[in-house]
C-alpha cells in the first residue's frame, strides 16, 4: 500500500516540528510536505496534474500572504480541487472562526492543544479516522 499523502499548511516551524513528531509515533506509512504560506499551497495544489492529490489537508488559520480562510475558500470553489479534505488546525476556538470555516467548506475544524501528548493524540486520531476510517472519494472535483 503507498504512503498515505498529507500536505501541511503551516508558517510556524515549531509546529511543523510538533506535526512531524506526532506522525512518527503512528503505525502508518505517510508522507507530509509542507507549504509555509497560503499562496505556496495554493501553488502547488493548482500545479497537480497527474492525480496525487493529497490525501488531507491540514491547514492553519494565520498565514502570510494568503490566510487559511481565503486558501479555503478557494480551494473549496475550484471544481478540480473542492474535493479535497481540509481539516483546520487551528490555535483558535473562537466561534467566529469555527464557523466561518465551516460555512467556507472545511470538513473538520481542530483547536490546537497546548501539550504536546494531547496534540500528538489528536493529530493521530485525524489521521487514523480520515485516511483509515472514513471512506473518501477517489480524488477532488
Not at 492525480?51 to 498565514?63: A, E, I, K, R
Not at 467556507?104 to 487514523?128: D, H, M, W
Request: proline share 6%.
Amino acid at each position: 500500500m503507498s504512503p498515505s499523502r498529507i500536505l501541511l499548511v503551516e508558517d510556524n516551524e515549531a509546529d511543523v516540528e510538533l506535526f512531524s513528531e506526532s506522525l512518527d509515533r503512528t503505525r502508518f506509512d505517510v508522507h507530509v510536505t509542507v507549504a509555509r504560506d497560503g499562496v505556496e499551497a495554493i501553488e502547488r495544489l493548482e500545479a497537480i496534474e497527474d492525480g496525487s492529490w493529497p490525501d488531507l489537508v491540514f491547514l492553519d488559520l494565520n498565514l502570510p500572504r494568503l490566510n487559511g480562510r481565503d486558501l479555503l475558500g478557494r480551494v473549496k470553489t475550484d471544481v478540480r480541487l473542492r474535493g479535497v479534505p481540509i481539516l483546520v488546525l487551528s490555535s483558535s476556538d473562537a466561534p467566529d472562526d469555527v464557523g466561518a470555516c465551516y460555512a467556507l467548506g472545511a470538513n473538520c475544524y481542530l483547536t490546537k492543544p497546548v501539550e504536546f501528548s494531547r496534540y500528538r493524540e489528536l493529530i493521530q486520531q485525524a489521521q487514523e479516522f480520515w485516511l483509515h476510517l472514513a471512506q473518501l472519494p477517489d480524488g477532488p472535483g
